[in-house]
């Protein structure tokens, strides 16, 4: 524990926790188990519930907590405790311990801290048990990679991070009951309740299309293109990055099985990055999965909605 090099930041009340915890991405979080049990408990379910501070690891210090009030606390989600009697080795073993443990924890994505596949299909499978009606919508930037080959990786991460905070910040306000994950990439789901998603879905491309220009230089930010060069090496314009997203409910169909509703997100979310500008399609097709068709556009031209 002593090679990590990590910043201490102090809160003094559970509303700051929660807020230093959505702006930073703490790698860990450790919290003073000697106040009042039932507030200790109520934060950490709190950070529990929501996917994006779900990850981040909590470990309770104390000085005198009885084995009840431990009890608790780890039955409300904390990850580890640590006695102000335990020697310093100990303490430092248990916190490297939870450290690694989170960073080898293959359900999040290194970039945006956000949930991956398996906690997705998680979700998806949980509002399908709970016969909720809900939208899956599969986001996706278009024009990335040229943007990733003109500018470089590092500038790349900053976009799919900035990317993952705009649907973030958007679905926590618009659908505190929603999910987001990142698929890989610039790839990212979100699901949401039935009547809130068209909301969210524009205000995301909202917030995208306003902040994504200033990613670029001012030269071709004002030009709305630059020139790059395709597969055989001939130049062309490459546009300004704009968002895609596909969207699937169980407003008219029934699904068994998550599988079901990634495979229509993908064949949607496919669709919607044949459209210029940022776009978000739905699925209004009736009945039971059909027949796969390799021409997507054919499958979905006029039994779906497009909103740019």
Known sequence: ??????KLVVATSAREVVALVNRGHPPLVVLDGDGAVDEICRLIVGLRADPFSAIVPVIVWSEDAGAE?????????????????????????????VARRAERDVGVHPTTRL????????????????AESFAVCYADIDNFKEFNDRYGYAHGDRVILLTSK??????????????????????????????????????????????????????????GFFWGKDRRGQLHRVPL???????????????????????????????????????????????????????????????MKEVS
């Not at 596949?117 to 949980?126: F, G, L, P, Y």
């Not at 809130?196 to 995208?208: A, K, M, N």
């Open 115 to 130: 949930p991956g596949t398996a906690m997705i299909e998680r979700d998806i499978a949980a509002r399908l048990g709970a």
């Open 241 to 303: 990055m704009t968002l895609s997203i596909g969207v699937v409910t169980n407003h008219q169909r029934q699904f068994t099985h998550t599988a079901q509703v990634g495979e229509l997100a993908t064949e949607m979310k496919a669709y919607a990055k044949t459209k210029q500008g940022s776009i978000f399609v739905v699925d209004r097709r009736h009945g039971e999965r059909g027949k796969r068709t390799d021409r997507v556009q054919k499958a979905v031209t006029g039994a």
């Open 69 to 97: 009030a431990l009890d608790r606390i780890l039955e409300a989600g904390a990850d580890d405790f640590l006695k102000n009697d335990m020697d310093r080795r100990e303490k430092l073993r248990r916190l490297d311990t």
């Open 166 to 223: 705009i649907l973030r910040d958007v679905v926590r306000a618009l659908a505190p009951s929603g999910f987001i994950g990142h698929i890989g990439g610039d790839d990212f789901i979100f699901n949401v309740p039935l009547d809130i998603f068209e909301s969210c879905c524009r205000e995301v491309l909202s917030i995208f299309d306003a902040l994504i220009p200033f990613q670029y230089s001012e030269e071709d930010r004002k030009a």
């Open 1 to 6: 524990m002593a090679q990590r090099e990590s």
